[in-house]
């Protein structure tokens, strides 16, 4: 008796395990000059960044703000020289900066994505980074972020089928969502043409109620003028408490990341978990 067999010739595996394939695209943290200079061209090809481009230099190339960068590069073709960074010619698909900010009474962080960009446009670089983002901050803690959609069809298109949403509850907590300008860790974005308030959009990336902060822990928060003319108080937090690994082990291979875009995952991105605080 015979048996009917699935064709794997077009296995995507396969594929990208066959000599001479192409090698496919790997995400990591930008964790060395070349790969920060990279992120930050990257940014740049985009004339949404034109006009904060000191703003966009100081989170990608130093860090500032309790900033970290991610990039996609083609599997064997990550930046290694600044100079050539710099020039363009070894460049990243697409970058994304995301500010990481300690829940002030839970255990766990949230993230906001400041600056997201693709050289290349409906490539599928986008939606790869952000899947391996939303990887990354997972496994450092991160139970929800947030992003600040342009006011555009294509911007709102692309973060909805991430699973981003507006949310009439928020996700976070009351003292999360303070702007900055009155200390907070918030920073609310507005739209570059017209300078009106973009709308915030959440995404839940943990399940569960998030857990109370150790005593002991909240004693060791220290606080700084911050906020608009230094009128009110910010939280300060030292490097080491906002990551569980080094920035070098923060990477993902094409076949990981591969993995991660397999058909159950996409199935699911689009759920929205409830959110409980104790």
Known sequence: MSRRCRDRSRSPRRAARAP????????LEACKDAHRWAAYEC????PTFKAEACQVRTRVIAGHGQCRTFILCEQGRVP???????DGIEAAQAAVTVRINPHHNYSSMWGQVMHMSAREERQGHGSKLVIAMEEFLRQEGVDTVVAYPAATKQAMHFWTKMGYAKQQQSFLPDEELIPRREG??????VSASTEQPLERWEKRLSLGQLRLRDPKD???????PGGDGRMYRELVWKAK????????EVTLTALELQALMSPPVRRLRGK???CKFL
């Open 241 to 248: 408490d906002l990551r569980r690994r080094k920035a070098a």
């Open 272 to 274: 929205q978990p409830s």
């Open 218 to 224: 909240q004693e060791k928060i220290k606080t700084r």
């Open 184 to 189: 907070g860790p918030l920073w609310p974005e």
């Open 20 to 27: 001479g394939s192409a090698p496919g695209s790997c995400a």
């Open 43 to 46: 940014h740049m090809s985009k």
């Open 80 to 86: 290694k020289s600044t100079a050539r960074a710099k």
